[in-house]
C-alpha cells in the first residue's frame, strides 16, 4: 500500500473515532489553517499608499494587507461585544 492510501486510512480512522465521540484533537495541532487565494482590485493611488507604509515598516505588501485587516476585524468585533453588553 501507499503511504498516501495509509494517511487516508489514519483520516478515516481519525473520523470514525470522532464520529463515536472519542477525544480526537490531539490530531489536530492548530499549525496549519485553511487559506483562500483571492484577487483584488485596488485603485492606484491606494496601492501605492500601501506600498510607502510597507517601505516604512519593512514588511511584504501581503503580510500588511493580512495584518490591517485582522486589526481591523478585532476592532470592529470588539466594537460590536461592547454595544452588545
Do not use: Y
Not at 36 to 46: K, R, S, V
Not at 69 to 76: F, G, L, M, S, T
Request: contains cysteine.
Amino acid at each position: 500500500m501507499s503511504s498516501k492510501f495509509t494517511e487516508i486510512k489514519d483520516i478515516e480512522e481519525i473520523a470514525q473515532q470522532a464520529h463515536l465521540g472519542a477525544d480526537v484533537s490531539e490530531h489536530f495541532t492548530g499549525h496549519l489553517q485553511a487559506k483562500q487565494q483571492i484577487n483584488i482590485a485596488l485603485p492606484l493611488e491606494l496601492l501605492q499608499s500601501i506600498d510607502a507604509e510597507c517601505q516604512r515598516q519593512n514588511i511584504n505588501r501581503q503580510d500588511w494587507i493580512k495584518l490591517v485587516c485582522a486589526e481591523k476585524i478585532r476592532e470592529v468585533q470588539a466594537s460590536r461585544i461592547s454595544k452588545a453588553v
